[in-house]
Every structure is written in structure tokens, then in C-alpha cells.
């Protein structure tokens, strides 16, 4: 038997409208706008970060110098003052190459770019092998016979000896030294270099005479002529036999040795004894001048 509940109205059923396709589409198209709108931000400000770490990267910050000995590093960056601050791919480093070449201390050099921010300077220095006497002034001379510097006071710790007859003849395009001479020179001093303690002796070296390589040695006014070739083997023997040789001549004008078993010698004339026992008092006394 069924009953019949009354209905009771004052509770209604609400109707509610199940969303429509529209809006839920909406509502996705506005999430997919706001995370690409956050994606593009992020992404802009990363760029940004990256163009100005970049920027900083790729432009001359720091200049590293290697291999400089007598030159300083301030040496150096003077002669590349401009180059920091330019961009490090578009720099023209041949350019800035033969700037820090224009230094008569720079024998050679190399620039080389290095991220970040570098540019590397590698540099090969001139070794000074003797002084050379052009005209009436002194100058430090390299083994190829360029001219490094003039001499004075601030390279004082050089033991070097004094090279006369260097200078170039005036139609040799300008050259202040002569090369077959410089050579001659060269030579000699890396032949009497194989034995140090003949070295230390040499004091003055000739080279006029291209064929004739003529020395002094300290305390000794005897001109002694090498020739050009065998100069530590003709030098010994001189030196083997100075002391019988002063023995029987109080001075000698010069001894020749470039001939095999054979030393020719000429006494001084008076007026080069007298200069020679100046020469000697001055020495015994310790007023004798660098260079030596």
C-alpha cells in the first residue's frame, strides 16, 4: 500500500546549469596566457642578464704580460694604453702586436685573445751582449747588432765589454751598426764565452777590421789580434804566454796570434809605454771606471 508524502514547498530543488564547453575553454586560454606571459618575462630577463654578462665578456678587461724581464708590466700597458675597453673579437691585435715591437727591448711578441675579458702578451726581450762605442756615446747592443738603449748609470750591472768599430757606413740605408761586424763581434764573444774566466778579462774588442777582430784585456795594454775565426784558442794562447811576454818586453804595442804556433809582438814606442804605465798606476790605485 503506498503512501503519498506531501510535498512540501517550501524546499525547492535548485537548477543548476552544468558549465558550458565555452567557458572552460576560457578559463584554460587565460592560464595558458599568464604562464606564457611569466614564461616570456623569465625568458627576457634571462637574455637581458646573459647580453650584459656577455657584453663584459667579450670586451678587453684585463691585459696579462709574460716573459718581460727588463721591460715592467707598466712598461708594457703604456705602450697598449687603448686597448682595454675594446671588444675582444673585433680587436685588431697585429696592429697592437707592433706597437709593443716599437720597444728596442722586444725582440718578439704575441697577443692572443683569452675568454673572459683577457688579452695574453708573450714577450721574447733582447739580451744585451756588449756595449757599443757609436761616435762619441755608448750604447747596449744585442747579438744581431740592434741598438737597445743608451748607456748609462741605470744598467750599471752589466759587465759587458766595450765594441768599437761597429758603426755603419753612411750610405747603409741609415743602419747605425753594421751587420758583418756585428757578427764578427758576436761571434767572437760566444767563442770566448765557452771559458768564463777568459771572458771576465776581455775588456775592449775591435772590429773595424772585418777579417781582424782585435782585443784588450783588463790590465793589459797589449792590442791582440784574433783574425776572424779560433778566437778562445788564439786568446788562451796569448794569455798562456802574456806573462813570459812582459817579462822580456815591459810593453808591447800588440801581439799577433792569428798565425798557427807563431806569436809576432811589437814593443811599445815611448810615448805608448808612458801612456801604458798611466794606464797601470790608475789600475793598481782602484780608479778604474766601469764599463770596464
Known amino acids: ?28 586560454l587565460g592560464m595558458v596566457r599568464s604562464t606564457a606571459a611569466l614564461a616570456l618575462f623569465a625568458a627576457g630577463a634571462y637574455l637581458l642578464q646573459l647580453q650584459v654578462v656577455q657584453a663584459r665578456a667579450l670586451h678587453v678587461d684585463r691585459i696579462a704580460v709574460r716573459g718581460n724581464q727588463r721591460l715592467s708590466t707598466g712598461e708594457v700597458l703604456v705602450l697598449l694604453e687603448g686597448l682595454r675597453g675594446q671588444h675582444l673579437l673585433a680587436v685588431d691585435l697585429d696592429r697592437w702586436r707592433r706597437r709593443v715591437m716599437s720597444s728596442p727591448w722586444v725582440e718578439h711578441a704575441s697577443l692572443r685573445r683569452v675568454l673572459p675579458s683577457t688579452v695574453e702578451v708573450t714577450l721574447s726581450e733582447r739580451q744585451p751582449m756588449a756595449i757599443g762605442r757609436l761616435a762619441a756615446d755608448l750604447y747596449l747592443i744585442d747579438a744581431e747588432g740592434h741598438v737597445i738603449d743608451e748607456y748609462g748609470p741605470e744598467y750599471a750591472q752589466f759587465d759587458l765589454p766595450i765594441i768599437d768599430g761597429l758603426s755603419a757606413s ?55 789580434h784574433l783574425g776572424e775565426d779560433q778566437f778562445l784558442e788564439r786568446l788562451q794562447s796569448y794569455v798562456d804566454l802574456s806573462s813570459a811576454l812582459h817579462d822580456r818586453f815591459t810593453d808591447l804595442e800588440y801581439a799577433d796570434v792569428r798565425f798557427d804556433n807563431h806569436i809576432y809582438v811589437r814593443p811599445a814606442p815611448a810615448a805608448h809605454k808612458a801612456a801604458a804605465r798611466v794606464a797601470r798606476r790608475r789600475s793598481d790605485s782602484g780608479d778604474a771606471h766601469a764599463p770596464r
Do not use: C, I, Y
Open 170 to 224: 753612411p750610405d747603409r740605408d741609415g743602419a747605425a751598426v753594421d751587420e758583418d761586424r756585428a757578427d764578427l763581434a758576436n761571434r767572437l764573444l760566444a767563442s770566448v764565452g765557452r771559458r768564463p774566466t777568459v771572458l771576465r778579462r776581455l775588456s775592449q774588442v775591435d772590429v773595424s777590421n772585418v777579417r781582424d777582430a782585435v782585443v784588450l784585456l783588463e790590465n793589459d795594454t797589449t792590442l791582440v
Open 1 to 28: 500500500m503506498r503512501v503519498a508524502a506531501p510535498a512540501d514547498k517550501r524546499f525547492r530543488r535548485a537548477h543548476v546549469r552544468p558549465p558550458t564547453r565555452r567557458h572552460s575553454w576560457a578559463r584554460a
